[in-house]
């Protein structure tokens, strides 16, 4: 990236954004949005300290717990807006010998924030069609880094969530991320499946060290500019999800702000290709049509087959352009890979609808026993809330209930300590009360399948149900 590249992308960016305010601006179009309302009806930025904690913390657990999700600070056309690309918001709680010390939720400091707080713009580059950062959060190469895919930069973050500047990492690629990089444990690489909604042709495979600087990356050919939201890693190889939601003109000229949407003419294929290999080494496996945004973990097995745990749902952008939940299967599934075969045969773990599938990250590449995952209602999406907690070993399932009037988003693992069995920790998230209450987070205690509630810290505030986050250890 070049200093006069980034000029340009950023005078492509506001010619965009006038197009949509146009589009945004047709009065046939005005009307509600479920994804502004209720539990993700935006917040404006807060900190406090010294939060109020029932039961105990646990001593051992010192850090900050990062979530994001979409926090508009201004909508033109509401019935326009799609939930997957309202302004980035970090939620961060600090946690430190058993006191919660601090809650603060602040924007990523977009050009948009920028501009709309009347605030000089933040250092760096710009990249993608609207700059929008709001997907997951992650430390790397010491930083926090806040991502999103389809072409946008990470924003790199000081501790203090203040946003320093948007790049890709510690290099000067042009090149698309994506918010679900895959970190492989033997190595601290991270191993990403990236995509850009300006270049349909391709996806993108890329591998960043852990001082995040990319040291392998592919052109993968593709059509349609297929949506690639997740990938997944074995210990030897990574997979591509080619599914049939893809770019559309038509929903970009109807003025929805995500042009993309379910597309018949896209064959489904899962793509598996050597860690550091080329494209023309990946082999290709068609599938019944379908869409993953999620996998929990891949591995080979003791046949060398590929198994890889992962939501599948029937159809996605089918109906809603607003957001991704529509009356459609949303169920873990199993997928075993069989390469000599080009096969794969599908099981279902648990056929109700649910979504962001965790594991005890030490596992990641490797066999895992345990999944965590949220449950929602197929016809509305938030009924029906629970933890689901899957031992894929033993074929069992245990479920913890936050309260009918409450509502998990995802939900985080950490290890009890460094050496502790397999699902022996803590397990941590946002919990959002549906009437507007002041929202906390929910530490429960789980060995293996049993889950018992440790901790609530009350927030004082709301935060918004959003995406996706992450437990940052910092050992005293
Ligand atoms: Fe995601």
Same mark, same amino acid.
């Given at each position: 990236?070049?200093?006069?590249?980034?000029?340009?992308?950023?005078?492509?960016?506001?010619?965009?954004?006038? *197009?949509?305010?146009?589009?945004?601006?047709?009065?046939?179009?005005?009307?509600?949005?479920?994804? =502004?309302?209720?539990?993700?009806?935006?917040? /404006?930025?807060?900190?406090?300290?010294?939060?109020?904690?029932?039961?105990?913390?646990?001593? $051992?657990?010192?850090? +900050?717990?990062?979530?994001?999700?979409?926090?508009?600070?201004?909508?033109?056309?509401?019935?326009?807006?799609?939930?997957?690309?309202?302004? *980035?918001?970090?939620?961060?709680?600090?946690?430190?010998?058993?006191?919660?010390?601090?809650?603060?939720?602040?924007?990523?400091?977009? &050009?948009?924030?920028?501009?709309?707080?009347?605030?000089?713009?933040?250092?760096?580059?710009?990249?993608?069609?609207?700059?929008?950062?709001?997907?997951?959060?992650?430390?790397?190469?010491?930083?926090?880094?806040?991502?999103?895919?389809?072409?946008?930069?990470?924003?790199?973050? &000081?501790? &203090?969530?203040?946003?320093?500047?948007?790049?890709?990492?510690?290099? !000067?690629?042009? =090149?698309?991320?994506?918010?679900?990089?895959?970190?492989?444990?033997?190595?601290?690489? #991270?191993?990403?499946?990236?995509?850009?909604?300006? &270049?349909?042709?391709?996806?993108?495979?890329?591998?960043?060290?852990?001082?995040?600087?990319?040291?392998?990356?592919?052109?993968?050919?593709?059509?349609?500019?297929?949506?690639?939201?997740?990938?997944?890693?074995?210990?030897?190889?990574? #997979?591509?999800?080619?599914?049939?939601? /893809?770019?559309?003109?038509?929903?970009?000229?109807?003025?929805?702000?995500?042009?993309?949407?379910?597309?018949?003419?896209?064959?489904?294929?899962?793509?598996?290709?050597?860690?550091?290999?080329?494209?023309?080494?990946?082999?290709?496996? !068609?599938?019944?049509?379908?869409?993953?945004?999620?996998?929990?973990?891949?591995?080979?097995?003791?046949?060398?087959?590929?198994?890889?745990?992962?939501?599948?749902?029937?159809? %996605?952008?089918?109906?809603?352009?607003?957001?991704?939940?529509?009356?459609?299967?949303?169920?873990?599934?199993?997928?075993?890979?069989?390469?000599?075969?080009?096969?794969?045969?599908?099981?279902?773990?648990?056929?109700?609808?649910?979504?962001?599938?965790?594991?005890?990250?030490?596992?990641?590449?490797? +066999?895992?026993?345990?999944?965590?995952?949220?449950?929602?209602?197929?016809?509305?999406?938030?009924?029906?809330? $629970?933890?689901?907690?899957?031992?894929?070993?033993?074929?069992?399932?245990?479920?913890?209930?936050? *309260?009918?009037?409450? %509502? /998990? *988003?995802?939900?985080?693992?950490?290890?009890?300590?460094?050496?502790? #069995?397999?699902?022996?920790?803590?397990?941590?998230?946002?919990?959002?009360?549906? !009437?507007?209450?002041?929202?906390?987070?929910?530490?429960?205690?789980?060995?293996?399948?049993?889950?018992?509630?440790?901790?609530?810290?009350? #927030?004082?505030?709301?935060?918004?149900?959003?995406?996706?986050?992450?437990?940052?250890?910092?050992?005293?």
């Amino acid at each position: 990236m070049t200093p006069l590249k980034s000029k340009l992308n950023l005078f492509r960016q506001s010619i965009m954004q006038k *197009g949509m305010h146009w589009l945004h601006r047709k009065p046939q179009h005005q009307g509600s949005n479920p994804y =502004l309302e209720g539990v993700f009806a935006p917040v /404006t930025e807060v900190e406090q300290f010294d939060l109020n904690v029932y039961g105990e913390i646990p001593p $051992q657990l010192n850090g +900050m717990l990062l979530r994001i999700g979409p926090n508009p600070i201004h909508v033109g056309n509401p019935s326009l807006y799609h939930w997957f690309v309202g302004d *980035g918001m970090l939620h961060v709680l600090r946690i430190e010998n058993g006191r919660a010390i601090s809650f603060k939720s602040c924007f990523i400091e977009t &050009d948009v924030v920028q501009h709309t707080k009347q605030l000089p713009l933040k250092n760096g580059f710009r990249r993608g069609s609207n700059g929008v950062v709001n997907t997951n959060v992650v430390f790397h190469a010491n930083k926090i880094w806040a991502l999103i895919e389809a072409g946008t930069f990470p924003a790199r973050l &000081d501790l &203090d969530l203040n946003t320093e500047t948007h790049q890709f990492f510690n290099t !000067d690629a042009d =090149l698309p991320f994506t918010a679900h990089p895959h970190k492989d444990n033997q190595t601290g690489y #991270l191993h990403a499946i990236c995509y850009d909604a300006l &270049d349909l042709r391709h996806a993108y495979y890329e591998v960043l060290d852990q001082d995040g600087y990319l040291i392998h990356f592919v052109k993968i050919p593709v059509k349609h500019g297929p949506m690639i939201h997740d990938c997944a890693i074995t210990a030897t190889d990574i #997979l591509i999800f080619d599914l049939p939601v /893809t770019f559309s003109v038509a929903q970009l000229l109807k003025g929805s702000s995500l042009p993309y949407c379910w597309n018949d003419q896209h064959q489904a294929r899962i793509g598996v290709l050597p860690k550091f290999g080329q494209a023309n080494e990946i082999q290709w496996i !068609d599938i019944t049509p379908c869409f993953v945004f999620h996998a929990a973990n891949a591995y080979r097995n003791e046949k060398n087959q590929i198994v890889v745990d992962l939501v599948v749902h029937q159809h %996605m952008f089918k109906q809603s352009q607003q957001g991704p939940f529509e009356q459609q299967k949303a169920q873990l599934e199993r997928w075993v890979i069989d390469l000599k075969a080009l096969s794969i045969q599908r099981n279902v773990i648990d056929a109700q609808a649910q979504e962001f599938p965790r594991i005890d990250e030490r596992y990641t590449g490797e +066999m895992h026993r345990y999944i965590y995952t949220v449950s929602f209602d197929e016809k509305k999406m938030t009924a029906a809330n $629970q933890l689901r907690c899957h031992d894929v070993l033993e074929q069992r399932l245990t479920t913890y209930s936050f *309260g009918e009037e409450w %509502m /998990t *988003g995802e939900v985080i693992f950490i290890p009890e300590s460094k050496l502790s #069995l397999e699902g022996v920790g803590y397990l941590m998230s946002y919990v959002h009360h549906l !009437d507007a209450l002041p929202s906390k987070v929910v530490i429960l205690k789980v060995h293996g399948t049993e889950m018992q509630l440790h901790a609530e810290i009350e #927030l004082g505030v709301r935060v918004p149900l959003g995406f996706h986050g992450n437990w940052v250890d910092f050992p005293q």
